[in-house]
Nanobody, 124 residues
Framework: QVQVVESGGGSVQPGGSLRLSCQASGRITRINDMRWYRQAPAKQRELVAS???????NYVDSVKGRFAISRDNAKNMMFLQMNRLTPEDAAAYTC??????????????????WGQGIQVTVSS
C-alpha cells in the first residue's frame, strides 16, 4: 500500500517562508514525476510546481522566483521551499506523485497517488 503524506504547513505573515515536505512510503520501486498542487477556497485546484526524477522543474508563473521544488530520490521525498509568501499563496497544498510499486507477490503496480493536503495560511 503506497501512501503519500505532506508535512510542514502552517501560518506565516506576508513575506515569510515555509518549507513543505512530501513523503512517499510503501513497496516503492520508482517514483517518476512529482507535483505540488494547491487549492484556495472557491478556486480551482492549481498545479504549482512539478519535478521529474532527473530534477527538471516547472512552476506556475505566480510563484516563479519565490518557490523552489526539489526531491530526494533515495528517501522518496519531495520538498517545496516557499519564500516571500503573500495572502494569495494561502491554500491547501497537496502532493502528487507517479509511483511504481510492487505487490507482496512482486507484481508491478503503477499509480498516481495523492496526499491528504496540508494548509498554508498567510496573514498578518
Amino acid at each position: 500500500q503506497v501512501q503519500v503524506v505532506e508535512s510542514g504547513g502552517g501560518s506565516v505573515q506576508p513575506g515569510g517562508s515555509l518549507r513543505l515536505s512530501c513523503q512517499a512510503s510503501g513497496r516503492i520501486t520508482r517514483i517518476n514525476d512529482m507535483r505540488w498542487y494547491r487549492q484556495a477556497p472557491a478556486k480551482q485546484r492549481e498545479l504549482v510546481a512539478s519535478i521529474t526524477r532527473e530534477g527538471i522543474t516547472n512552476y506556475v508563473d505566480s510563484v516563479k522566483g519565490r518557490f523552489a521544488i526539489s526531491r530526494d530520490n533515495a528517501k522518496n521525498m519531495m520538498f517545496l521551499q516557499m519564500n516571500r509568501l503573500t495572502p494569495e499563496d494561502a491554500a491547501a497544498y497537496t502532493c502528487n506523485a507517479d509511483i511504481w510499486s510492487e505487490t507482496e507477490n512482486g507484481e508491478p503496480v503503477r499509480g498516481r497517488y495523492w496526499g491528504q493536503g496540508i494548509q498554508v495560511t498567510v496573514s498578518s
